[in-house]
């Protein structure tokens, strides 16, 4: 069965400085994509970032890079120069592409950024 | 709008009551998705549509949960016989289609409350 794994509850880092955030994941299928997303108090999902498992570089998006080690099974994020803002759930989550468009979530984290 | 729409964005009913809630997908899309999101969890899939149909149902825990599409656009997910513990956050998303790399984009949610 396919199943997204965050094992940080919760994390803390300190304003400007970089923070990794765990996801494994596991699926026997060849195709699928894995995705983060962020999640204010406001309550709103916030897509971040996309890997697909056929990509052979690691994707970025601004301060956000996906750290994707495909034999480990594991996507972590990377979020470079912790901003207030970035205080927030974040959730881990896949696609497998022959079983249409569901995505799959993690439990999250909690991220909380000090000033 | 610009956005996924969903309503209302509060409901409060008694145990046993009937209850809508209504997604209005970015226009174009044709994936809709809902979720369910309980305190400190992530979102736990339950249905999504291709266009008017129900292409994976497999998320909807029991017969009291239904939801329709008819016109391919506007999603009504029905809870007959509300209990205690369908209390949460139903959040809906939809995507340009179901098959594509790109990521869903979510509504705000609609949290409801069976007292």
């Known amino acids: 069965a396919q199943k997204i794994t965050q094992t940080q509850p919760g994390m803390f880092v300190q304003e400007k400085e970089a923070v990794t955030l765990d996801c494994t994941y596991d699926t026997s299928d060849p195709s699928y994509g894995l995705f983060w997303y962020k999640q204010p108090s406001s309550g709103e999902m916030i897509f971040l970032i996309y890997?697909?498992?056929?990509?052979?570089q690691n994707a970025t998006e601004g301060r956000y890079s996906l750290n994707f080690q495909k034999a480990r099974k594991s996507a972590n994020l990377v979020i470079s120069a912790s901003q207030l803002g970035d205080s927030a759930m974040y959730f881990c989550a896949m696609k497998i592409y022959n079983q249409g468009g569901k995505l799959i979530f993690g439990q999250g984290t909690e991220l909380s950024v000090k000033p | 709008g610009a956005g996924v729409s969903q309503t209302p964005s509060n409901k409060v009913t008694e145990k046993g009551k009937y209850v809508e809630l209504r997604c209005d997908p970015i226009s174009g899309h044709t994936a809709l998705y809902w979720y369910r999101q309980s305190l400190g969890q992530g979102p736990e899939f339950l249905i999504y549509f291709q266009g008017t149909g129900a292409a994976d149902d497999s998320g909807l825990p029991n017969d009291r949960f239904f939801a329709v599409r008819p016109e391919g656009s506007v999603s009504t997910l029905k809870i007959q016989r509300t209990e205690r513990g369908d209390s949460a956050v139903y959040l809906c998303?939809?995507?340009?289609?179901?098959?594509?790399?790109?990521?869903?984009?979510f509504g705000e949610g609609s949290r409801l409350t069976v007292l």
């Open positions: 890997q697909g498992s056929y990509d052979q």
């Open positions: 998303a939809s995507s340009l289609t179901s098959r594509n790399t790109g990521e869903l984009f």
